[in-house]
T-cell receptor
Framework: GDSVTQMEGPVTLSEEAFLTINCTYTATGYPSLFWYVQYPGEGLQLLLK?????DKGSNKGFEATYRKETTSFHLEKGSVQVSDSAVYFCALSGTNAGKSTFGDGTTLTVKP | SAVISQKPSRDICQRGTSLTIQCQVD?????MFWYRQQPGQSLTLIAT?????????ESGFVIDKFPISRPNLTFSTLTVSNMSPEDSSIYLC?????????????FGQGTRLTVV
């Protein structure tokens, strides 16, 4: 079945540092790929998405590129802020009747 | 896109009671999905709710504990029955929609349940 593997956390960075959170997937067919963010005490929010190979999703300074050859969708941001502290989930959907498969989540803490 | 309204947004319940969570979508969808997110954990699919038939449950989830209704193509409910503190979680409703040949998932804001 489908699976998503995320870089283990927690990740702690200083403000303005570069962020990479690795995500790789296993799926049949051609899934859509997503990054969701969950701020402390809040619900799940879609951060960005990519629906086909070589697509780049971007939002709020975050980027991720759909790499079919390496089955990856790594999340990057050039300069993180304290307000980016949250849990980040990589997910895929579209191969199994609309079900979504999530990674375990990566907790990011950004210190001033 | 799809607009999903879930309610209640949060609740605190006594153990042994039941809570019904409602999910309303702004347009007709064939399948709706219910997920659980336990504290500090990722999201786990509970079941798929199909209109006009019984829900399909994932391994580890049973209808007696999580009965689901799907009376029409825009609405579904999930009931958490005979609650215990272990049921304290965020419960999320989701739909999938095909756009331009791809399928995208949309989520409600979730129901944060605390069982005391």
């Amino acid at each position: 079945g489908d699976s998503v593997t995320q870089m283990e956390g927690p990740v702690t960075l200083s403000e303005e540092a570069f962020l990479t959170i690795n995500c790789t997937y296993t799926a049949t067919g051609y899934p859509s790929l997503f990054w969701y963010v969950q701020y402390p005490g809040e619900g799940l929010q879609l951060l960005l998405k990519a629906t086909k190979a070589d697509d780049k999703g971007s939002n709020k300074g975050f980027e991720a590129t759909y790499r079919k050859e390496t089955t990856s969708f790594h999340l990057e941001k050039g300069s993180v802020q304290v307000s980016d502290s949250a849990v980040y989930f990589c997910a895929l959907s579209g191969t199994n009747a609309g079900k979504s498969t999530f990674g375990d989540g990566t907790t990011l803490t950004v210190k001033p | 896109s799809a607009v999903i309204s879930q309610k209640p947004s949060r609740d605190i319940c006594q153990r042994g009671t039941s809570l019904t969570i409602q999910c309303q979508v702004d347009s007709q969808v064939t399948m709706m999905f219910w997920y659980r997110q336990q504290p500090g954990q990722s999201l786990t699919l509970i079941a798929t709710a199909n209109q006009g038939s019984e829900a399909t449950y994932e391994s580890g989830f049973v209808i007696d504990k999580f009965p689901i209704s799907r009376p029409n193509l825009t609405f579904s409910t999930l009931t958490v029955s005979n609650m215990s503190p272990e049921d304290s979680s965020i419960y999320l409703c989701s739909v999938a929609r095909r756009t331009a040949g791809n399928t995208e998932a949309f989520f409600g804001q979730g129901t944060r349940l605390t069982v005391v």
